[in-house]
């Protein structure tokens, strides 16, 4: 399920109003410095028997605080649907079905009834995917439909918003 173009289709055909945009990378950065930081408060802790624990606790913490801080900056590196006007971050949200409420499911999202299908009981079948991309403080929604057919999901309609 190609998520990436669907992202895609979303900035060209909303003229601007939904644009690829980053979170902000001080959390990380401020994990990661903590990490360095009990790497060097490491250095001045004196080498004895007394406190060789607490040298390989401060250790094992520091090396654990590094790595989570640089794949959480890498996860933050990549762009997410920012809706410009509300401000805020577009929340996803995958809708499964089996195959046979194929026409039904196609049905509401080409009318753009997506109050309607958000109250479908969903499958635990990902036959019919219906991905959501919707705006916390306003009626913003984009959804599109993929099924899954011959071991690959593809595109069962075109990417379909209201504002």
């Given at each position: 399920?190609?998520?990436?173009?669907?992202?895609?289709?979303?900035?060209?055909?909303?003229?601007?109003?939904?644009?690829?945009?980053?979170?902000?990378?001080?959390?990380?950065?401020?994990?990661?410095?903590?990490?360095?930081?009990?790497?060097?408060?490491?250095?001045f802790i004196e080498p004895t028997a007394d406190n060789s624990n607490l040298k390989s606790a401060i250790v094992l913490f520091a090396a654990i605080f590094v790595g989570v801080g640089v794949v959480y900056a890498m996860v933050r590196r990549m762009g997410?649907?920012?809706h410009t006007k509300d401000g805020c971050f577009l929340s996803?949200?995958?809708?499964?079905?089996f195959k046979e409420r194929k026409a039904e499911v196609v049905d509401l999202v080409k009318r753009r009834d997506f109050a309607t299908l958000r109250s479908l009981p969903t499958d635990g079948v990902s036959a019919v995917t219906v991905v959501m991309y919707t705006?916390?403080?306003?009626?913003?929604?984009?959804?599109?439909?993929?099924?899954?057919?011959?071991?690959?999901i593809?595109?069962?309609t075109e990417l379909i918003w209201q504002a």
């Open positions: 399920m190609s998520k990436y173009d669907m992202c895609e289709a979303m900035y060209a055909l909303t003229h601007g109003m939904v644009v690829s945009r980053r979170r902000s990378l001080l959390p990380p950065l401020v994990v990661t410095t903590a990490g360095v930081a009990m790497f060097v408060i490491n250095l997410r649907p920012f996803k949200k995958e809708y499964k079905f705006s916390p403080r306003s009626g913003f929604c984009a959804a599109q439909v993929f099924e899954y057919e011959e071991m690959e593809h595109p069962a």
